[in-house]
């Protein structure tokens, strides 16, 4: 067994680490926001009168100074600060904005931009934003771990939920087959090959292309074991748009909800529509089936909420998932940002 690679016991000690990253854009965005209402508070505090625009300036100067040099200190030490005992990965962080502070203020004083009287003040207000700016990002930073820490545990469930649930209905089709029809019964074990094998794939993202074919691939399963009772509209042309990187199975099981809630319960014939186009930047996806309304068969939004879940993990606000529930037919549309994967 190879001993682990420095960079790879960096990034696994960083996922233990509760420290926030202060490389992320999302901090620095945090952080200049509170750095702008601090600056206008100092201001309004000090009573600017007639100066106030340059004592803005020169407040907003110093501020942004020290907050932006002390995010880029513990950007730059992260590697060392994952490595420390949690007590200074705790204690340590909040000291690098109030010795910057106060190092700052004396360069100041020494310019003449900077009052002495204020050196004292101005290091305990550092102090206590210090403090509870840091707690801010500690708690931020716990949160996105815990969200992941849902949206994995959800994808391992919906993993788990398909190898049980899908797996006897598919042999039972393919034992039917191998007399009556040997090559559909050889193609149909292919695509439940291909299936199984995402389902216990360990990546959690792949290619919308690739999402799609495992999709079309439970589907002409079903196809298979529903017979005329089933009908497939596929509207997916190839495009560029395809290649933008999502979670790993986040259409399959909305493509097995349709079936389990929407064709099964049916007393006759329906459809599953799948659809795909790009629409201003972002790839557009419709996955509609019909539904029986003397049936009566309703899920409970259990896979709806996780897949919503696992977009919003991996896309933020970008995106786009909403569901329609007409007379005979129900919708789930999904408007995703287009970003290539690795």
Known sequence: MRAPAPDDETTELAKQSPLPDFCSAETLLRVLMVAVLLALAVTLLRGGGQDWVPGLALHALFIFWVALTSLLILCAGKRLLVRLPLWGQIVLPPLVPIANTAAVFLGAEGLQL???????????????????????????????????????????????????????????????????????????????????????ATGDRQSLRAELELVRAFLNIEQTRFGERLQVEWDCPDQAGLDVSVPTLILQPLAENAIQHGIGPARGPGFVRVRCWLDSGTVMLSLTNSVDPEANSEGTGTATD????????????????????????????????LERGD
Request: positive net charge; contains cysteine; aromatic residues 10%.
């Open 114 to 200: 900077a009052d002495p009287a204020w050196r004292w003040p101005a290091i305990a207000v550092a102090t206590i934003l210090s403090l509870v700016a840091m707690h801010y990002l500690y708690l931020q930073a716990a949160w996105q771990r815990e969200t992941r820490a849902v949206s994995r545990a959800r994808e391992q469930a919906m993993r788990a939920r398909l190898r049980p649930h899908f797996l006897y209905n598919s042999m039972n089709t393919i034992a039917g087959l191998c007399r009556s029809d040997p090559p559909r019964a050889e193609q149909v074990t292919l695509d439940l090959a291909d299936l199984f094998r995402a389902t216990f």
């Open 306 to 337: 996780a897949v919503r879940l696992r977009l919003r993990h991996a896309f933020g606000d970008r995106f786009r998932f909403e569901t329609e529930s007409r007379e005979r037919e129900f919708e789930v549309r999904m408007r995703l940002p």
